[in-house]
């Protein structure tokens, strides 16, 4: 009887050591914590440097957009901030490949019209 009186306050401590533990190294990763600091441009730059993708590109880097001027039908001339987003998007992706097409020019399309050209 006496040494279950002893064992029992030395299981009950180790498991709520052990708890204690578990539970402080849970709250560290909330917090700061050792490790590497580094930035995702720095991750992207090792990324890019040391594994090249070796696999072919099957699917092509073109970005369609399509535009109609409903308040001017016949004036085809994207707005002025139109073309500030379009110039950010085609400067942060230079290998793609913009094409811009009227909005009723790719609905004719669907029905086999090809009267339409692209914008630009």
Do not use: Y
């Amino acid at each position: 009887m006496r040494s279950r009186l002893i064992i029992l306050p030395i299981i009950t401590l180790i498991i709520f050591v052990v708890l204690i533990l578990r539970l402080a190294d849970f709250v560290r990763l909330f917090f700061t914590h050792a490790g590497v600091a580094i930035t995702q441009e720095e991750i992207k730059v090792a990324h890019e440097g040391s594994n090249p993708d070796p696999r072919k590109q099957w699917i092509p880097k073109i970005v369609h957009q399509v535009f109609h001027n409903w308040r001017e039908p016949g004036n085809e001339t994207l707005p002025e901030d139109s073309e500030g987003g379009r110039g950010t998007c085609m400067e942060r992706n230079g290998d793609w490949e913009f094409m811009v097409r009227d909005f009723i020019c790719v609905v004719r399309s669907f029905g086999g019209s090809e009267e339409c050209e692209g914008l630009g």
